[in-house]
């Protein structure tokens, strides 16, 4: 099974992209792309709890920080129960992310 989901227009500073939940997809990549304004910076974020989330930076398969500050196209490392973008940074910014998620049987 093939989901795909994506958050459009996100503008500005501390613009939080609605979580989804993700429990039963363990494959999930991510593409942002569009205007990233000045200084544009856009932070994919996860958490293992399904109420009152503590919101933690996610990481690509090489360990690396997934906040991305030019389009891009990334596998997410950790299986979490819910992911959302944060726009952490920029000016100008009209930002899409989005997410394809895989269940495997």
């Known amino acids: 099974m093939v ?45 293992l709890l399904p109420e009152s989330p503590s919101w933690i930076g996610l990481a690509d398969p090489q360990g690396n920080d997934l906040t991305l500050t030019a389009s891009k196209m990334e596998q997410i490392l950790e299986n979490i129960y819910q992911v959302r973008p944060n726009v952490i940074a920029g000016t100008g910014v009209d930002l899409t992310v989005v997410i394809l998620a895989v269940k495997t049987i």
Do not use: D, M
Request: overall charge positive; cysteine-free; charged content about 20%.
């Open 3 to 47: 989901r795909v989901f994506k958050w459009e227009h996100l503008t500005e500073t501390n613009n939080l992209g609605q979580p989804i939940q993700l429990p039963r997809f363990a494959e999930k990549t991510i593409q942002v792309y569009g205007t990233w304004g000045s200084s544009g910076s856009v932070k994919i974020e996860g958490s």
